[in-house]
Nanobody, 115 residues
Framework: VQLQASGGGLVQAGGSLRLSCAAS????????IAWYRQAPGKQRELVAQ???????NYADSVKGRFTISRDNAKTTVYLRMNSLKPEDTAVYYC??????????WGQGTQVTVSS
């Protein structure tokens, strides 16, 4: 199952975006899903994660600004991003938290925050 991220765009600093991550199948609804991002010249980093039961965890750099949520009926995970900063500029990906469940990373969705 490959997860597909969408919803990125260009936004001014201080603005907001909501990313969506869609897939199908029971594997999606019964496992933890995470959002990752990769900025130019940097390694991919974990931004936020949510368990099948809705428990969440965030990178320190986004705590208080980003909110991850999931709607298992729609097999969709969201990332609400508020108070965006230029340093949030990156390609954002969603994927299973457990590496063995992943089948690639997809194209991701570009988020660009202008100062």
């Amino acid at each position: 199952v490959q997860l597909q991220a969408s919803g990125g765009g260009l936004v001014q600093a201080g603005g907001s975006l909501r990313l969506s991550c869609a897939a199908s199948g029971s594997t999606f609804t019964t496992n933890a899903i995470a959002w990752y991002r990769q900025a130019p010249g940097k390694q991919r980093e974990l931004v936020a994660q949510i368990s099948s039961g809705g428990f969440t965890n965030y990178a320190d750099s986004v705590k208080g600004r980003f909110t991850i949520s999931r709607d298992n009926a729609k097999t969709t995970v969201y990332l609400r991003m508020n108070s965006l900063k230029p340093e949030d500029t990156a390609v954002y990906y969603c994927n299973f938290l457990i590496p063995l469940l992943r089948s690639g990373w997809g194209q991701g969705t570009q988020v660009t925050v202008s100062s």
